[in-house]
Nanobody, 128 residues
């Protein structure tokens, strides 16, 4: 059974930083494409960032356009954890952030794959 547990959310001011973590149990973590999604009130869930590991220190990451340059996704396969470092936060980043894992193989971008497992979410609130 695969379980994902997010942590690190909270209330911050615009311009601040937060780092989200997602610990994964079950399955072969290194084979998962890992992603972060978010859902704001009244809006659809959207892809924020994703990362695929190709071996050694080689990863491929993809981002929501509005997250590029501000957010960084990373993974630690030994710790079975994926991170989302969020800098220069804006009020429009306010949402519940979800971690997800995909068993998709191949070379498709993390933005394009379907995700099989989801965490419960962690709230991020950015005040102006």
């Amino acid at each position: 059974q695969v379980q994902l547990v997010e942590s690190g959310g909270g209330l911050v001011q615009a311009g601040d930083s937060l780092r989200l973590s997602c610990a994964v149990s079950g399955g072969t973590f290194s084979r998962y494409v890992m992603g972060w999604f978010r859902q704001a009130p009244g809006k659809e869930r959207e892809f924020v960032a994703g990362i695929r590991w190709f071996g050694g220190s080689t990863n491929y990451a993809d981002y929501l356009d509005s997250a590029k340059g501000r957010f960084t996704i990373s993974r630690d396969n030994a710790k079975r954890t994926v991170y989302l470092q969020m800098n220069s936060l804006k009020p429009e980043d306010t949402a519940v952030y979800y971690c997800a894992a995909s068993t998709s193989g191949g070379l498709r971008s993390p933005k394009s794959v379907s995700y099989d497992y989801w965490g419960q979410g962690t709230q991020v609130t950015v005040s102006s």
